[in-house]
């Protein structure tokens, strides 16, 4: 078993915070970007196609993008989903229900 300090990250990161599955999703993110840019050219010559094509890669990058606390909104939305599916116990009940 080995010591890692506390300041050594387990995991490849081109800048900190922002390794290969960030990368993954922001060009996930630009090919659909890319998709609906194509897609409003067929209907629009405006700078909505722009838009279109930047919101995609920023959102992914935000959505995915570690906090101080370490968590990202992707996991933050993970464990509310498990935690609004799981079963609730109610200790009390009002009357009248």
């Keep these: 078993m080995y010591l890692i300090p506390r300041n050594v990250s387990a995991k490849f990161e081109f800048f900190p915070g922002f390794g290969w599955f960030e990368l993954a999703a922001v060009v996930a993110g630009a090919l659909v970007g890319l998709g609906l840019f194509f897609f ?29 606390n370490g968590q990202s909104l992707l996991d933050f939305i993970r464990q509310w989903r498990r935690w609004s599916m799981a079963q609730q116990r109610y200790l009390y009940v009002t009357k009248g229900e």
């Design 40 to 68: 409003s050219g067929l209907f629009t010559k405006s700078v909505v196609r722009f838009v279109l094509f930047v919101m995609p890669p920023g959102l992914a990058f935000f959505v995915i993008k570690q906090g101080p």
